[in-house]
């Protein structure tokens, strides 16, 4: 009698220990996914926002823009990069004109002057940061309102 009485007390033990085991492996498991999510987190990651001062343009003008620089996790103003790239991209998907603007006490603000001789056709704004680059063209601004047109 005593003998199962040892073995049931036992198995009550060990049945205790690998309850308390699995709490601490998901205790560990949630500090660990804690952890990463910081870590994740202090990489700076940043988001650009381009307006313009009117949706179509034609051979000549200048199109005028204001670029807005955040924090991509916070949407908070972010002061990390002190220049912002603006192309205008046409419609084979070629590089036509580059423009880089630095911060000023306001914010960001350029424009980019059309020739006269500009060929008509569909273009857009794109608009990134140099610690962008680093993530891939995913995270570029790709502004085609109606699909921007140069007559």
Not at 41 to 51: C, F, M, S
Not at 53 to 59: F, L, Q, R, T, V
Not at 80 to 98: F, K, M, T
Not at 122 to 127: E, K, M, P, S, T
């Amino acid at each position: 009698m005593r003998h199962w009485f040892l073995l049931f007390s036992l198995f009550l033990l060990s049945f205790h220990l690998v309850s308390v085991a699995q709490s601490v492996a998901k205790e560990d498991f949630a500090e660990n996914a804690i952890h990463q999510f910081q870590r994740f987190n202090q990489l700076p990651v940043e988001k650009v926002y381009l307006q313009t001062d009117k949706p179509y343009y034609s051979a000549g003008e200048s199109i005028w823009y204001a670029a807005y620089l955040v924090d991509g996790m916070t949407l908070q103003s972010n002061a990390a990069s002190r220049y912002v790239y603006v192309e205008l991209i046409n419609q084979n998907d070629s590089v036509c004109y580059h423009n880089k603007i630095r911060r000023d006490s306001l914010g960001f603000y350029g424009n980019l002057p059309l020739p006269s001789d500009i060929p008509a056709g569909n273009y857009h704004l794109r608009a990134y940061t140099w610690r962008m680059q680093n993530e891939g063209t995913c995270l570029f601004l790709s502004k085609k309102p109606d699909d921007w047109q140069c007559n």
